[in-house]
Structures are given as C-alpha cells and as structure tokens.
C-alpha cells in the first residue's frame, strides 16, 4: 500500500511538472462534487455549500480542520489504503478492483486535474468553518 501511495504522489507531481494538472478550480470542482452519476460524491456525503448531500459517509464540512490536504487527496484517491473495508470508491485507482464492466476496466473514476479541482473546492478558506 505504501508503494501506492508514493505511486500516487509521484503521478501527481510529474503531472504538476509537465503541465499535465492545470491550476485546480473551486468551481470545477464544485461541478464534479454535484455530478451524482460521475463522481456520487453528494450521494453520501454532506458537502459545504452545496444543498444536496447524503449520510452514508462523513460529513465534508470542516474538511480543512481534520485534514491535511495531502492526507485528503490520498483518502479519495483510494480510501482503501486506511480502511480495507471501506465503501468509498478509490476514485484514482484500479488496483485490486474485480468485476469492472468490460467498457470501464482500466480506467480510474477521476483523473488527477478532477481531483486536485474537488480538493480546491473543499479547502476552500470560506469553507473552513464546519
């Protein structure tokens, strides 16, 4: 799991450096937290500043105080790593994944610039207070 992890650092840097990951967006990724089918994020969690949420996972408000930034995009990377029993899809993996519609083997839920514009959003200052 720890080679994963620094898998997924690596990708994120590299992709920083070579222009791949433009300068996250809030707003983008306030987009992809509503998108029901694409990401489901707001079917299971409450999400600041948005008027639809789900109880299933934690509440996302007051993100920014129980987290890091790096410790968030890991988590919704693939929360597996921190919980092997987790329901939460590991958004920026395809690891260990098994029956995966033929059509969507190999590819990951979001890709490092839809990450980096949902944590923009989260961490947001005006976001901050839970």
């Known amino acids: 799991m720890k080679a994963a992890a620094a898998a997924l650092a690596g990708c994120l840097v590299c992709c920083a450096a070579t222009g791949q990951v433009a300068t996250a967006s809030p707003e983008r990724g306030r987009s992809l937290l509503?998108?029901?089918?694409?990401?489901?994020?707001?079917?299971?969690?409450?999400?600041?500043?948005?008027?639809?949420?789900g109880a299933l996972g934690p509440s996302l408000h007051g993100l920014a105080q129980r987290s890091t930034l790096a410790q968030a995009r890991e988590q919704v990377a693939d929360?597996?790593?921190?919980?092997?029993?987790?329901?939460?899809p590991a958004y920026l993996s395809t690891e260990g994944l098994h029956n995966v519609a033929t059509?969507?083997?190999?590819?990951?839920?979001?890709?490092?610039?839809?990450?980096?514009?949902?944590?923009?959003?989260?961490?947001?200052?005006?976001?901050?207070?839970p």
């Open 79 to 88: 929360a597996r790593r921190f919980n092997p029993q987790t329901i939460m």
């Open 103 to 129: 059509s969507y083997r190999g590819q990951t839920i979001l890709n490092p610039q839809e990450l980096e514009d949902i944590l923009s959003y989260l961490f947001q200052p005006s976001l901050a207070t």
């Open 34 to 53: 509503l998108q029901r089918q694409d990401t489901g994020c707001v079917l299971c969690h409450q999400i600041p500043g948005l008027p639809v949420g």
